[in-house]
């Protein structure tokens, strides 16, 4: 009987699915908290950033967060990363009363003119990281990464009338999608197919796109790279790239680009624009809404430029011909991909003008995200000295009425203590650049928590 018993356990265990995590976004909601990554796990993290101004309140959901489970990355862009709180289950229909709260970039500190996305306020975690880069670029997470709490050196999920406040530390876990896909070809005509890989038919197309729209922070991607990513929306980047000294908003215009909607949602928003793709048979029911592969878990920003094939990107088919690289193209065109238009301004001949659209999904590829960090991390602190005695030593008081408490950096426990004052930690295995490190008391119902901060040289 024993022996049954454990090779049922064995098979029971052999069937489970493992999710591996890729990496970690670690942000402290707090005046010049740390926004760190880490690619172990949270064993080790690299700061990217400081935050500039804390939450305090959540924000009025979106449509599409309806089709996201809670406590989760509702939505990922270029110029925000959404987190939704409640509820746990999906297909929420009254997205007024769903709270969410926002991580965005320095470019978006103020909103631009012409926004037309959600606009956070003070459920917003503003950093002073640039738009399309590192959080928000190749460590940005799929949507419904699940997102925690750090509390103690543990990670919590967030409780459904969570709200945030000053010094609350989130944890994004990034985890590796379950299956490998290379691609996704969207077949641009009425009732073409969108096909996974060339031999998997998800569904078909209802009404295929030939304009370009201006659409939020494409005026900081590259033409072909994925520009937003959520439970209801796929859009993909046109414009030329633009330094982030150009400001979104100003003429002559910056943006550019197209969406690939499911269909039921495009129904729900009144959606008809030429710039919008639909796709899915039935209006009247969420297909694809909030579901991977297109809407949940397997399409994200990681962009490359001279690595194309660790990059989310598009390319467009013209006719039965091979795809050729996205053409640059900005502004408000409503026939921007047609025949005409691709043959007047690129000299592109085609009998049909777009045919297909085609996403190229990537490996997660480890050597370039640990040099990319690399490079971001020396440039964030390229302007900094720190101590290079190989040791930090804590100037944080003990408070009173506390006896002992515990400390952590980076979030990791390290010890207990009845003094914190004068506490040292060897800072020789920390990475370059600068670190948190806290202490956290608990005793008869009253919670303290402390931080400061240390830099490696």
Same mark, same amino acid.
């Given at each position: 009987?024993?022996?049954?018993?454990?090779?049922?356990?064995?098979?029971?265990?052999? $069937?489970?699915?493992?999710?591996?995590?890729?990496?970690?976004?670690?942000?402290?909601?707090?005046?010049?908290?740390?926004?760190?990554?880490?690619?172990?796990?949270?064993?080790?993290?690299? $700061?990217?950033? @400081?935050?500039?101004?804390?939450?305090?309140? $959540?924000?009025?959901?979106?449509?599409?967060?309806?089709?996201?489970?809670?406590?989760?990355?509702?939505?990922?862009?270029?110029?925000?990363?959404?987190?939704?709180?409640?509820? +746990?289950?999906?297909?929420?229909?009254?997205?007024?009363?769903?709270?969410?709260?926002?991580?965005?970039?320095?470019?978006?500190?103020?909103?631009?003119?012409? !926004?037309?996305?959600?606009?956070?306020?003070?459920?917003?975690?503003?950093?002073?990281?640039?738009?399309?880069?590192?959080? !928000?670029?190749? !460590?940005?997470?799929?949507?419904?990464?699940?997102?925690?709490?750090?509390?103690?050196?543990?990670?919590?999920?967030?409780?459904?009338?969570?709200?945030?406040?000053?010094?609350?530390?989130?944890?994004? $876990?990034?985890?590796?999608?379950?299956?490998?896909?290379?691609?996704?070809?969207?077949?641009?005509?009425?009732?073409?197919?969108?096909?996974?890989?060339?031999? @998997?038919?998800?569904?078909?197309?209802?009404?295929?796109?030939?304009?370009?729209?201006?659409?939020?922070?494409?005026?900081?991607?590259?033409?072909?790279?994925?520009?937003?990513?959520?439970?209801?929306?796929?859009?993909?980047?046109?414009?030329?790239?633009?330094?982030?000294?150009?400001?979104? *908003?100003? +003429?002559?215009?910056?943006?550019?680009?197209?969406?690939?909607?499911?269909?039921?949602?495009?129904? @729900?928003?009144?959606?008809?624009?030429?710039?919008?793709?639909?796709?899915?048979?039935?209006?009247?029911?969420?297909?694809?809404?909030?579901?991977?592969?297109?809407?949940?878990? /397997?399409?994200?920003?990681?962009?490359?430029?001279?690595?194309?094939?660790?990059?989310?990107?598009?390319?467009? @088919?013209?006719?039965?011909?091979?795809?050729?690289?996205?053409?640059?193209?900005?502004? +408000?065109?409503?026939?921007?991909?047609?025949?005409?238009?691709?043959?007047?301004?690129?000299?592109?001949?085609?009998?049909? *003008?777009?045919?297909?659209?085609?996403?190229?999904?990537?490996?997660?590829?480890?050597?370039?995200?640990?040099?990319?960090?690399?490079?971001?991390?020396?440039? /964030?602190?390229?302007?900094?000295?720190?101590?290079?005695?190989?040791?930090?030593?804590?100037?944080?008081?003990?408070?009173?009425? !506390?006896?002992?408490?515990?400390?952590?950096?980076?979030?990791? /426990?390290?010890?207990?203590?009845?003094?914190?004052?004068?506490?040292?930690?060897?800072?020789?295995?920390?990475?370059?650049?600068?670190?948190?490190?806290?202490?956290?008391?608990?005793?008869?119902?009253?919670?303290?928590?402390?931080?400061?901060?240390?830099?490696?040289?």
């Amino acid at each position: 009987m024993k022996k049954i018993i454990l090779i049922f356990v064995i098979l029971l265990i052999s $069937c489970m699915v493992f999710s591996e995590e890729l990496y970690r976004i670690r942000i402290e909601n707090s005046p010049e908290g740390l926004v760190q990554v880490s690619l172990d796990e949270g064993k080790n993290y690299s $700061c990217v950033g @400081r935050v500039k101004h804390p939450a305090n309140k $959540c924000g009025v959901g979106f449509m599409a967060s309806g089709y996201i489970e809670g406590g989760t990355v509702c939505a990922v862009a270029s110029h925000a990363i959404r987190i939704k709180i409640r509820p +746990k289950e999906k297909y929420n229909l009254d997205f007024k009363s769903i709270p969410i709260f926002s991580i965005l970039p320095i470019e978006f500190w103020t909103t631009p003119k012409g !926004f037309g996305g959600h606009v956070a306020e003070n459920s917003g975690i503003y950093t002073d990281i640039h738009t399309a880069s590192s959080i !928000f670029l190749n !460590f940005a997470p799929f949507p419904e990464s699940k997102v925690y709490q750090e509390y103690m050196g543990e990670l919590y999920s967030l409780s459904e009338n969570h709200i945030p406040a000053l010094g609350y530390i989130y944890v994004i $876990c990034v985890e590796k999608p379950e299956t490998e896909i290379d691609h996704i070809v969207f077949e641009n005509i009425y009732g073409g197919d969108v096909i996974i890989d060339d031999d @998997r038919v998800l569904t078909k197309v209802s009404r295929p796109v030939s304009g370009i729209g201006r659409y939020d922070a494409t005026t900081y991607n590259s033409p072909g790279q994925i520009n937003t990513a959520h439970g209801g929306v796929i859009t993909i980047a046109t414009s030329k790239l633009f330094p982030y000294s150009q400001k979104e *908003g100003d +003429k002559p215009e910056t943006r550019g680009g197209f969406m690939i909607q499911p269909l039921h949602h495009a129904v @729900r928003q009144g959606e008809n624009k030429p710039q919008v793709m639909t796709i899915g048979e039935d209006p009247n029911v969420f297909e694809q809404e909030g579901k991977a592969p297109l809407y949940s878990k /397997y399409i994200n920003l990681w962009y490359y430029k001279d690595h194309p094939e660790a990059s989310y990107y598009a390319e467009l @088919r013209l006719d039965d011909f091979n795809y050729i690289k996205m053409p640059t193209i900005t502004g +408000k065109v409503d026939n921007g991909l047609t025949k005409e238009y691709l043959y007047k301004h690129f000299k592109l001949n085609s009998k049909y *003008g777009v045919t297909g659209v085609r996403v190229h999904i990537p490996k997660f590829n480890r050597e370039l995200a640990e040099e990319y960090l690399n490079i971001l991390n020396k440039s /964030y602190h390229k302007n900094m000295k720190g101590n290079k005695s190989g040791k930090f030593v804590s100037k944080l008081t003990m408070p009173p009425g !506390f006896a002992a408490g515990n400390y952590y950096v980076d979030g990791v /426990y390290l010890g207990t203590v009845s003094d914190v004052q004068g506490v040292t930690v060897d800072t020789s295995s920390y990475s370059h650049g600068l670190h948190h490190f806290s202490f956290m008391a608990e005793e008869e119902g009253r919670y303290v928590a402390l931080s400061e901060y240390f830099y490696v040289e």
